[in-house]
């Protein structure tokens, strides 16, 4: 299995799916914060562990990581990375919080991020299972403040067993002419990433 010489039909279905998730995404936040996100065109990829850690900005970066186990037709791992700048933005716009320690957060605080990451992994989640036409049943988030290393290492150790590849969707989300951004990774089990990879064409060499 190949996943590297992906034909451009196959990088458009994977770019599709991106659109179809973020998308889901932005109509739920917007909903969140009734007020209007905009949306750019996602990055989607397939990616190794030091990949990964470039697109959130090195392995040094701190990060807010909301971590998903799923089950059902596809198991696998889902991560959900966000900038220390997106966290406060969310905490800011939800609660009115401005006081806020990343290393020490309140219930409230610790409560409003995870729904949030809830909202948005179940919409990238919705896309992903409508595409593959598979159950899929996230379990309930954790949340860690870390750096971007520390928080890819417990999720993404068991790519080495996949050929050290997972689905990443980068989304940036607009409100009010400011940017926030999240990172969405998608780490299936070995049976699960053949499986998937089977709805983009590329079959077992």
């Given at each position: 299995?190949?996943?590297?010489?992906?034909?451009?039909?196959?990088?458009?279905?994977?770019?599709?799916?991106?659109?179809?998730?973020?998308?889901n995404?932005?109509?739920?936040?917007?909903?969140?914060?009734?007020?209007?996100?905009?949306?750019?065109?996602?990055?989607?990829?397939?990616?190794?562990?030091?990949?990964?850690?470039?697109?959130?900005?090195?392995?040094?970066?701190?990060?807010?990581?909301?971590?998903?186990?799923?089950?059902?037709?596809?198991?696998?791992?889902?991560?959900?990375?966000?900038?220390?700048?997106t966290?406060?933005?969310?905490?800011?716009?939800?609660?009115?919080?401005?006081?806020?320690?990343?290393?020490?957060?309140?219930?409230?605080?610790?409560?409003?991020?995870?729904?949030?990451?809830?909202?948005?992994?179940?919409?990238?989640?919705?896309?992903?299972?409508?595409?593959?036409?598979?159950?899929?049943?996230?379990?309930?988030?954790?949340?860690?403040?870390?750096?971007?290393?520390?928080?890819?290492?417990?999720?993404?150790?068991?790519?080495?067993?996949?050929?050290?590849?997972?689905?990443l969707?980068?989304?940036?989300?607009?409100?009010?002419?400011?940017?926030?951004?999240?990172?969405?990774?998608?780490?299936?089990?070995?049976?699960?990433?053949?499986?998937?990879?089977?709805?983009?064409?590329?079959?077992?060499?």
């Amino acid at each position: 299995m190949n996943i590297y010489s992906l034909k451009p039909m196959q990088i458009d279905l994977l770019k599709e799916l991106g659109n179809i998730g973020a998308g889901n995404a932005a109509t739920a936040l917007s909903k969140i914060i009734s007020n209007k996100i905009g949306l750019s065109v996602p990055e989607v990829s397939l990616v190794s562990f030091q990949e990964a850690l470039e697109f959130v900005g090195g392995e040094d970066q701190v990060v807010a990581s909301i971590y998903f186990r799923v089950e059902g037709s596809l198991p696998g791992n889902i991560l959900l990375m966000l900038p220390l700048e997106t966290i406060k933005f969310i905490l800011e716009y939800l609660l009115n919080d401005k006081n806020i320690d990343f290393y020490n957060l309140d219930s409230y605080q610790t409560s409003a991020i995870s729904e949030i990451g809830n909202m948005l992994c179940g919409a990238y989640l919705t896309a992903l299972s409508n595409f593959t036409q598979q159950n899929m049943y996230p379990s309930v988030p954790a949340l860690s403040v870390d750096m971007a290393e520390a928080a890819l290492s417990l999720p993404l150790i068991q790519m080495g067993e996949m050929g050290d590849v997972a689905l990443l969707i980068k989304t940036t989300f607009t409100h009010e002419g400011k940017d926030v951004s999240g990172i969405f990774f998608f780490i299936p089990e070995i049976q699960s990433f053949e499986k998937l990879m089977g709805y983009f064409g590329v079959a077992n060499e």
